[in-house]
């Protein structure tokens, strides 16, 4: 299991191998899409979303969308001002339909906003459900939650957020210091829950998002349920962990890749006759990280997956996704475990929309909405994932071919998780035929000298070793199980050895031409994600009329070169930019290129201070993000038909591509 403790905000994911029979269950399989009669809003949803009393009484599968707070607000005490964030969440929300084609949102309450005005928040919730209703989209309503900070709220004092610090300004409701008796939150819930009970825009009624799991937190999870159940509300009424007495479906939150090759241990099917929301689906793979937390198009893809009819699935869950719809105050663009000051991300860990409503990623937007209503607006595109859904998060690597040998065995260390005696994990996943040699080739793409065999199927390399502690011989016993003559270390033990390699004679896999057209639009949009895995590195895309060359230079500065096919610029370096300071290292990099025949325009890492100017406090007005390079192309009109389409060359180096799409450019406005 995997287990987080940060700020009181306590989160239990269960990744476990849970086999469940459903041969005896009555579900109709058939059954599990909703279909609803009446006005073209309820076609959609339906009142509740529920269906047949022989299928699943809550259906989810149409639920999909984020957790909403305004990008300016830092917490759910923004409802205490809701006019001052109106004109924000009617430009937000619009621009989630438009871009993702969402249906729900996830919004948190605050019982201090309704103690210190309730007839305010009554009014500023018909408010708000009313504009989504006219937008085609529900929310769901949480209304306790034990993260994060369990002291200091006030609607009367705007917390200011800290750069770097993730959900910094997020309050626990109740706070601490009101958990006294449970009945003195009856009224919160029982009058919101009477308030709208009937109402075709709330989707569900979520009592306690991640309770601790035991003590008044639970108590008061499983008194709300009773009281909103007593009201006999249209939506369903659910609550964390996954499934209990005192949720109406199984609620469940995931922070991990959701592909399997047995989808069944998902825990969001411990109980098919519930039904289930993933209620929080992951967030990207953030810089710096071993592995992917469940990005959006993993999601899609799996979702994709389970949806088809030969998937055996009981039904398709409804998910929220990447945490957090806006890229804003609350900071979750930033990492659980960032220390303050951190700068910003190269791509944000959650959130899927910028303050001005362009996408973080336009390749995202168009995966969620072609799994959302069937609409494919991709020209090209790969995302390298196992169509099946049932592969782990997977990339395509190119790489100089090496053959490699282990000069020197220096030994069997200590590998403590803090202060890693190798740094440096190249193998996210692990080598399912990890060898030493397969790890020295890493190694050597990586330009590091040591290297060793952790836990099986790690690789893990450095400069030098780290303050090494030498483990007894026997200890470090897992085979490699591409050669199961060496050892490949244990549990946090390593073999670490030197090497030498020599490029293969007959290999070379350094190339890849992903969208060959004959006869390209005139204009469109590229959009690539990239990581390169060498401390010197250089890679070129050719992208429709352009070609961006990234590289670093000797002081281990980095820049992107950027040119017409035909440019007659007289001056190459004014189409030169160093990015050291957006590009990440050791994560991935988003690049995009808008091309037309006369004109390339080129974005890496847009952030959000692109947008806004600033980090944090005071903003500018949002405004779309400027192109960091923009190159003139002079190809005569019989030369428009040569767009090279979109290639890429690892020029130095090895580098991964995480997805590569092509669309419209209209896609843009």
Same mark, same amino acid.
């Not at 109980?271 to 810089?287: H, M, S, V």
């Not at 040569?642 to 997805?659: C, M, N, P």
């Given at each position: 299991f995997f287990y987080r403790d940060f700020k009181s905000c306590k989160m239990l994911v269960l990744v476990a191998s849970i086999t469940l029979l459903f041969s005896n269950n009555e579900i109709d399989i058939a059954s599990r899409k909703p279909s609803f009669a009446g006005a073209n809003y309820l076609?959609?949803?339906? /009142?509740?979303?529920?269906?047949?009393?022989?299928?699943?009484? =809550?259906?989810t599968e149409n639920l999909v969308g984020g957790e909403y707070t305004p990008w300016?607000?830092?917490?759910?005490?923004?409802?205490? /001002?809701? $006019?001052?964030y109106r004109q924000d969440v009617v430009r937000e929300l619009t621009a989630a339909r438009k871009q993702f084609a969402y249906t729900v949102v996830r919004v948190f309450? !605050? @019982?201090? &906003?309704?103690?210190? /005005?309730?007839?305010?928040? !009554?009014?500023?919730?018909?408010?708000f459900l009313q504009l989504l209703q006219g937008m085609g989209m529900q929310a769901g309503f949480v209304f306790f939650d034990d993260c994060w900070a369990h002291s200091g709220a006030s609607v009367h004092t705007t917390c200011v957020p800290t750069k770097g610090v993730h959900n910094g300004c997020w309050f626990a409701c109740p706070q601490d210091v009101q958990r006294t008796n449970l009945t003195r939150f009856k009224g919160y819930v029982s009058d919101i829950v009477s308030a709208f009970r009937d109402h075709s825009a709330v989707a569900w009624w979520e009592i306690f998002n991640e309770p601790r799991k035991s003590g008044y937190s639970l108590s008061l999870r499983n008194a709300g349920y009773e009281w909103a159940k007593a009201l006999n509300p249209s939506a369903p009424v659910i609550s964390c962990w996954d499934d209990s007495n005192n949720t109406d479906i199984v609620d469940h939150h995931q922070y991990y890749v959701p592909s399997y090759s047995n989808w069944i241990s998902n825990p969001v099917f411990h /109980?098919?006759?519930?039904?289930?929301?993933?209620?929080?689906?992951?967030?990207?793979? =953030?810089?710096g990280s071993s592995s992917d937390n469940g990005s959006p198009l993993t999601w899609t893809n799996w979702l994709t997956a389970i949806r088809k009819p030969n998937s055996n699935a009981p039904f398709v869950p409804g998910v929220i996704l990447s945490w957090e719809l806006m890229v804003g105050n609350s900071m979750t663009r930033y990492h659980w475990g960032d220390p303050a000051g951190t700068p910003e991300p190269s791509i944000p860990w959650c959130g899927m929309l910028?303050?001005?409503? $362009?996408? &973080?990623?336009?390749?995202?937007?168009?995966?969620?909405?072609? =799994?959302? @209503?069937?609409?494919?607006?991709?020209?090209?595109?790969?995302?390298?994932?196992?169509?099946?859904?049932?592969?782990?998060?997977?990339?395509?690597?190119?790489?100089? $071919?090496?053959?490699?040998q282990v000069t020197k065995y220096l030994g069997c260390f200590q590998d403590p998780s803090r202060g890693r005696i190798l740094p440096n994990?190249?193998?996210?996943?692990?080598?399912?035929?990890?060898?030493?040699?397969?790890?020295?080739?890493?190694g050597k793409d990586a330009n590091l000298p040591v290297c060793g065999g952790e836990d099986g199927n790690q690789c893990w390399c450095g400069t030098a070793l780290n303050h090494a502690k030498a483990a007894n011989a026997s200890q470090c016993n897992m085979p490699c199980p591409g050669n199961t003559s060496q050892p490949c270390g244990g549990p946090f033990l390593i073999n670490v050895f030197e090497y030498d390699c020599e490029l293969s004679p007959t290999q070379n896999n350094m190339q890849w031409i992903g969208w060959n057209p004959t006869s390209p639009p005139s204009e469109f949009l590229l959009e690539m994600a990239l990581w390169s895995e060498s401390v010197n590195f250089s890679a070129s895309v050719l992208g429709g009329y352009y070609n961006a060359t990234i590289y670093s230079d000797a002081n281990q500065d980095v820049f992107v070169a950027f040119h017409g096919l035909a440019d007659n610029s007289e001056s190459v370096s004014n189409n030169v930019v160093n990015i050291t300071s957006r590009f990440a290292r050791n994560g991935w990099n988003l690049l995009r290129i808008a091309s037309t025949p006369t004109q390339g325009r080129l974005w890496i890492n847009t952030q959000i201070v692109d947008i806004v100017g600033s980090s944090v406090p005071p903003f500018e007005a949002p405004h779309p993000p400027a192109p960091l390079v923009v190159a003139s192309s002079d190809l005569k009109q019989q030369q428009q038909q040569?767009?090279?389409?979109?290639? &890429?060359?690892?020029?130095?180096?090895?580098?991964?591509?995480? =997805?590569?799409?092509v669309l419209p450019l209209s896609i843009m406005e």
């Open positions: 076609n959609e949803f339906g /009142n509740g979303n529920k269906i047949s009393s022989k299928g699943l009484e =809550y259906a300016r607000a830092t917490n759910q005490l923004w409802w205490y /001002n809701y $006019s001052d309450l !605050h @019982n201090l &906003v309704y103690e210190a /005005n309730w007839t305010a928040m !009554h009014s500023n919730m018909e408010d /109980n098919p006759g519930k039904g289930g929301l993933i209620t929080e689906a992951g967030c990207r793979w =953030y810089q910028f303050p001005d409503g $362009s996408p &973080v990623s336009y390749t995202e937007a168009a995966s969620i909405r072609s =799994y959302r @209503n069937g609409t494919n607006d991709f020209i090209f595109v790969d995302t390298f994932l196992n169509s099946s859904g049932a592969g782990p998060e997977t990339f395509l690597r190119l790489a100089p $071919s090496w053959e490699c994990p190249l193998s996210p996943q692990g080598l399912a035929n990890m060898t030493w040699e397969s790890c020295a080739a890493l040569q767009s090279k389409g979109l290639q &890429v060359y690892a020029r130095k180096g090895a580098w991964r591509i995480d =997805y590569a799409s």
